[in-house]
C-alpha cells in the first residue's frame, strides 16, 4: 500500500501551455521584479517628501505663512505648505491600507483564483501610483496612497507562501532569499531616484515609470498558473475527508493559526524585532546629525540608504544560503521549522551587541562599518523567520499567517516604537541632546531582547513538538499525503519517475530514509 502511495509518478502536475511557459524559475523572478518595485514606490515617497510637502497642498488646511525648503542648497520660500504632521499622514495611510486590505485579500484567495486577484490588485497599485504622481490635491494624494497599500496587500500574502511551495525542497531558503531581496534594492531604488528626480524638478516622474513598468508584469500574472494547484490541492482534500464546511466554518477555520503556539510565539518575536528596526531606520538621520557623525542631511541620507541597501541584500541571502544548510534533509514543518527557529535567535543575538556598541561610537567611519556588520546580520533572518512562519502552518492557511504577521508586527511593532523613541528623546533632553538621541535608540534596541526570548522559546517549543513525534508517527504518510493534497488512488504522472522500496523485511532506520527521500520528491511537486 505504501509503495502506491509514495511510489512511481505520484505527482500530479499540469500539462497545459501555461505550465509549460510559466516555469517556477519564471515565475520567482516575475515576482522577485514585482515586489521590488513595490518597496520602490513605498519609499520614492521618501525621496519626493519636500516637493509633497510644497506641491500637494490644494484642499488642504495649511498654517498661514508658508515655509522655506532648502534643496541643492538653495532655500525657497513657499506660500503653502503641508505641516510634518500632513506629511508623516501620507506614509501612514499607506501602511494603514495595507494592513487593512492583508487579512481580506488572505481571506479572497481560499475562494477566488490567486493568478486574478493579483491581477486585480496590481491594476489597483498601478492606477493609484498614476493618481499619486498626478494629483496636487492633499486629500486625493491620501486616498492614491492607501489605495496603494490596499493593493500591495494582495501581493504581500500571496507571493512568499506560493514560491515557498514551488522551491527545490533543497532550495526554499535560496528561493525565498531572492524575492525578499527586493526589500533592499526595491527601498534603495526608491530612494535613489526620487532623491534624482527632486534635484532634476521632475519628482513626478518616477511614479509615472514605475506604474507602466508594473502593467505588463500584472498581465503575465493574469495568464499565470499561480493558485490553480492550490485549488486541486483543496478539492482532493475534500474529497478524501467528505467534510462539507458552511462558509462560517471556513472563516472560522482561519481562526486556528492563532491556536499554534510555533506560529504565534514567531509573530511575537517578529514584532519585537520590527520594534528595534522599524524605529532606528526612521530616526537614523536624526541621530547621525544629532550626534555627530554627519551634519549634512543629504551626505547622511545617502550613506544610511547605501548602507541599508547593501546589509540588507547581503544579509537576505546569506540568510537564505544558511537556512538551506542547516536544514537539509528535514521535514520544514518539523525539523526545518526548529532550525529556522534557532537560526533567528542566533543571529539576532549576535547583531544585538553590535547596535549597542554602534549607539556609543563618534567616528563616522567606525560608526559605519559596525553598523554595517549589525545590519548584516540582523537582516538574515528576513528570509529565515519568514519561512519558520510559512513552515509551521497548514499550506491552505499560510497567505492568512502571513497577513496576520504582517498586521500584528506593525501594530505591535514599529507603529509603537516610532512614537516612545520619540517619546524617550523628548523627555531625555530633547532632539538637540546627543545623550537624548543615544536613550532614544537604546529604547529602540531593547525590542530585540524579547525578540530573542520569543524566538529562543519557539525553538524549544518546536523540538519538543519533534520529540514528540513517534518512529510509528514519522512512518504514517497519510499526514503527509494530506498535507501535499494527494490522496491513495490519484491518477499518476509521468514526473515523478523515482520509486521507493518500503517492504516491511526492511529495518525501520532504513525504511525512515527511503520515506524520506520519497516525501522530499513529492514536495519538489507542490
Known amino acids: 500500500m505504501l509503495r502506491s502511495l509514495v511510489g512511481s509518478e505520484m505527482c500530479i502536475r499540469d500539462r497545459d501551455w501555461r505550465s509549460r511557459l510559466y516555469t517556477p524559475k519564471l515565475l520567482l523572478w516575475m515576482l522577485s521584479i514585482i515586489n521590488v518595485l513595490n518597496y520602490c514606490d513605498r519609499y520614492l515617497i521618501t525621496g519626493v517628501l519636500d516637493d509633497l510637502q510644497s506641491g500637494s497642498t490644494d484642499g488642504a488646511n495649511v498654517p498661514a505663512g508658508g515655509c522655506n525648503i532648502t534643496s541643492n542648497g538653495t532655500t525657497r520660500h513657499f506660500d503653502r505648505c503641508l505641516t510634518s504632521s500632513q506629511q508623516g499622514l501620507i506614509a501612514s495611510i499607506f501602511m494603514i491600507g495595507f494592513l487593512v486590505g492583508s487579512p481580506i485579500f488572505a481571506i479572497l484567495v481560499k475562494w477566488c483564483s490567486s493568478a486574478k486577484l493579483l491581477f486585480c490588485s496590481l491594476l489597483l497599485w498601478c492606477g493609484a501610483v498614476l493618481l499619486t504622481g498626478s494629483t496636487s490635491n492633499y486629500y486625493v494624494l491620501l486616498c492614491a496612497r492607501g489605495l496603494s497599500g490596499i493593493g500591495e496587500a ?52 518616477p511614479f509615472f515609470v514605475e506604474a507602466c513598468a508594473m502593467v505588463p508584469l500584472a498581465l503575465l500574472c493574469y495568464w499565470s498558473p499561480i493558485g490553480r494547484r492550490s485549488e486541486k490541492r483543496a478539492a482532493r482534500i475534500a474529497a478524501t475527508t467528505a467534510v462539507h464546511e458552511s462558509t462560517m466554518d ?122 554595517f556588520l549589525g545590519l548584516t546580520d540582523l537582516l538574515t533572518i528576513t528570509t529565515i523567520a519568514n519561512a519558520a512562519l510559512m513552515w509551521c502552518t497548514e499550506p491552505h492557511l499560510q497567505e492568512f499567517a502571513m497577513a496576520m504577521c504582517t498586521v500584528t508586527t506593525h501594530l505591535c511593532g514599529d507603529v509603537i516604537s516610532n512614537v516612545v523613541m520619540g517619546a524617550v528623546c523628548d523627555a531625555a533632553g530633547g532632539q538637540h541632546s546627543a545623550r537624548a538621541w543615544r536613550w532614544s535608540f537604546y529604547s529602540g534596541e531593547a525590542g530585540l531582547v524579547p525578540c530573542i526570548a520569543l524566538w529562543g522559546m519557539a525553538a524549544v517549543v518546536g523540538q519538543k513538538y519533534v520529540d514528540s513525534r513517534t518512529p510509528v508517527d514519522r512512518m504514517d504518510v497519510s499526514d503527509d499525503l494530506k498535507f501535499l493534497g494527494i490522496r491513495e488512488g490519484s491518477e499518476p504522472s509521468s514526473s515523478f519517475s523515482s520509486s521507493y522500496d518500503l517492504d516491511d523485511n526492511l529495518d525501520e532506520n532504513t525504511k525512515l530514509q527511503n520515506l524520506s527521500e520519497a516525501k522530499e520528491q513529492a514536495y519538489a511537486c507542490v
Open 250 to 371: 471556513k472563516l472560522l477555520n482561519h481562526l486556528t493559526v492563532f491556536r499554534n503556539s510555533r506560529y504565534m510565539l514567531m509573530v511575537f518575536g517578529y514584532a519585537a524585532f520590527t520594534w528595534c528596526i522599524g524605529g532606528l531606520v526612521l530616526w537614523s538621520i536624526k541621530f547621525i546629525q544629532n550626534v555627530g557623525i554627519q551634519s549634512n542631511k543629504t551626505s547622511a541620507s545617502f550613506t544610511m540608504g547605501g548602507i541599508t541597501a547593501v546589509a540588507g541584500l547581503l544579509g537576505t541571502v546569506l540568510g537564505g544560503t544558511v537556512l538551506d544548510k542547516f536544514s537539509a534533509g528535514k521535514d520544514p514543518r518539523f525539523g526545518g521549522y526548529v532550525v529556522a527557529a534557532k537560526l533567528s535567535a542566533g543571529f539576532v543575538a549576535v547583531g544585538l551587541p553590535l547596535l549597542v556598541v554602534t549607539t556609543e561610537l563618534t567616528n563616522p567611519i567606525a560608526f559605519y562599518a559596525v553598523l
Open 154 to 205: 494582495a501581493f504581500g500574502c500571496i507571493a512568499p507562501p506560493f514560491i515557498n511551495k514551488i522551491a527545490p525542497p533543497d532550495r526554499k531558503g535560496v528561493w525565498l532569499a531572492i524575492y525578499f531581496c527586493g526589500v533592499p534594492i526595491g527601498s534603495a531604488l526608491g530612494i535613489g531616484s526620487g532623491g534624482f528626480a527632486s534635484a532634476a524638478g521632475a519628482w513626478r516622474v
